[in-house]
């Protein structure tokens, strides 16, 4: 089937729905107006009110509830409408759904697939674009999944929905309706904590994922460089193997995301082949990202993300050492 | 025209034992057998013991910090003992006589209070979830159990517990507003024991009662004594039966006798007088009354109680502190499957034999 990530991701909760009868989903407007991206529109008509809620305006009583429901052997998949409203609920992430399995040495389990848009570049008003992986990367017990090919996304949220871990399951507004692919109908699984090699290549590796792969590729493209180009898709747990392999394959790393620079996923990155790989490496390490400010209005927006350019810049500075 | 009346709400309150261990007799729980009332009151005796031991265990240093519960035994006994089975109880931090009743292995009990999540591990067939300690946050969980019950089709209600200072967090008016919506079965006990720590129920909120709370939500509620052992059971097994058609409040109004925890000296934030008075309405006190002036208790009855329940608690107490750690156990129960970067971690700590030298400190 050929699909942009929304249809991707639309079939893979169909099927979650119609293989698991203790799945549910529930999230502001996703029923009758199948979300504010469409994601999930025809399943509530498909499955009824009682499987595809809209609930009150709450996050922290969308993920808490969540969580409740997941204590008795639900499999709950909440929407939050926009990742800049989820702070709301982070107590409730990291306080319970992170905690929940280590707190009762697993006599408790959290199966809970949390759905979000993240990152701009759509024009979106504030708080509509942040990207903030790194903040539930950070105190562990959270699988934090951020696809960037509609393919990735059926798969990876096929298994997200088979696993009994609480994972955050971040969607890239900008990516939704970019471009479609040729899926398969059926279920399939992508493996969690696994990279994936994007693009092989001996002059650079360039590590990234979400928004910034396409934008990498294009940038490579561009340069005409031979880049190992190295799609995370699993924030947590890193795939510190692949990400070694990458790095030792051409001595050169490049690290790319949409979000601040400080504190970010490529800090742990960088912090982890220095302590690993040092000396297999024959230049800096270079972070492309986001500025370390929040993000800025629409109108800015453009003068923040980063693009083609700033990551070719990025190229021929490590090229050049 | 004129201005309409839209809505009206008045709360209620029960009592049924008063403190001096006088019974309103129109009011008593039907059914309620004179040994189950034994029975409750011997769930109270035990908690105030099990109180007592964990107390001077932790000024012993032999346990880590530690809620008491005295004062609040018949909101404890009360609510667990109409409780059925099958029904999902979820505690916040301090209810301890609950989680006696619906028999929790009272080694865990003491076990978790050391300090260790294998406290926490609890047998599925308790139907609880584990000890919640950020304020109010387990209300949601609570909304969403009982929702799950709903749409699993079981025959049970969810009953969820949070303090007086609790009720003025968000996630306490969210969780009722789920339930509200979804006609949830859920029960939600305010313990009001009248202090958050150093904040009293005055300065807590301007409402009236903590009860009505549930009125905006467009749940029923009602108030009761929460120290008359009777109300708190008859309130509690009506909501129960009730809630196949949706949640409930009940906020009981009971004393913290004590500290907030073992870390805090409530004699630097509130007057004697008022525990003074407070401890003319002790919940252990009356019932004992109702029961002795009714020939279902008696002096040596009260001390051969007392032994049996000091060995049973030193038991348990051997058994907790017979535990040893295992450090190994908090990398595995991260995540279902170990990660490649706690495996990497655990291999660190072991080969630098870094837990050997931190049992040597």
Known sequence: MQVN???????????????????VLLGEDIGKDGGVFRVTDGLQAKYGENRVMDTPLAESAIIGTSIGMALMGMHPIPEIQFAGFMYLAYDQLVSHAARYRTRTRSAFQIPMTVRTPVSGGVKALEHHSESPEALYAHPGGLIVIEPSTPYDAKGLLIKACRTNDPVLFLEPTRLYRLFKQDIPEDAYEIPIGKANVVEEGSDL?????GTMVTVVKDAVAKKNVSAEILDLRTINPLDTEAILAAAKKTGKVMIVHEAEKSFGVGAEVAAMLAEKALYNLDAPIIRVAGPSMPYPFPGYEKYYTPNVAKVVQGIEKLLSQ | MPIEEVYNCSVKRLQILDENGNLDEALFPEGLSGDSLVEMYKY???????????????????????APLIGEEATHIGTAYAMRKQDIFIPAFRQHGVQIVRGLPLDLFFLYWRGFEDGAKLPASLNQTPVIVPVGTQLPHGAGIAFALKYLKKDAAAIVYIGDGGTSEGDFYEALNFAGVWKAPLVCIIENNQWAISVPRSAQTAAETLAQKAIAAG?????????DVLAVYKATRDAIQNSKDGPMVIECVTYRMSMHTTSDDPEKYRPDAEVEKWEKKDPIDRIRKYLTKNGLWNDSLEQKTKDEQAKFIDQAVEKAEQFKPDPKTMFENVYGT?????????????????????EDD
């Open chain 1, 5 to 23: 990530m929304v249809g991707a991701i639309n079939n893979a909760l169909d099927i979650i729905l119609r293989e698991n009868d203790k799945a």
């Open chain 1, 205 to 209: 590796t360039i590590i990234t994922y």
């Open chain 2, 44 to 66: 109270m005796l035990l908690a105030r013991a099990v109180d007592a031991k964990a107390l001077s265990l932790q000024r012993q240093g032999r346990l880590a910090t530690y």
């Open chain 2, 219 to 227: 749940i029923n509620c009602i108030q009761v004594d929460g120290n």
């Open chain 2, 338 to 358: 170990i990660t490649q970067t706690l495996e990497e971690e655990l291999s660190d700590a072991m080969s630098a034999n870094f837990w050997q030298e931190s």
